[in-house]
């Protein structure tokens, strides 16, 4: 029985790593995703769609907040503020 629940908790802690190592992929996607973003934020400022520019800003604020639950960061540089 004892050998039983041994092998068991083995299975389970090797699950739990290979989720562990999926969750570090999909995280990583996230970012890079995140940073492609910030250079759309960025390229759309450049041509004067502010407006388009900080919606995308507001979308790149809420996949912080909520998907990767970490704080907010600041808008990349060249983001139009609110009263443009």
């Not at 407006?51 to 809420?62: E, I, K, M, Q």
Request: glycine share 8%; hydrophobic share 35%.
């Amino acid at each position: 029985m004892a050998e039983n629940d041994e092998r068991r908790v083995q299975e389970l802690e090797r699950d739990v790593e290979e989720l562990m190592v999926e969750v570090d992929r999909y995280r990583t996607a996230t970012e890079d995703a995140l940073q492609q973003l910030d250079w759309c934020i960025g390229y759309f400022v450049g041509c004067g769609k502010s407006g388009l520019a900080r919606s995308l800003g507001a979308n790149r604020a809420y996949i912080r907040r909520h998907v990767l639950k970490r704080a907010e960061q600041p808008v990349p540089a060249g983001t139009p503020a609110e009263s443009d």
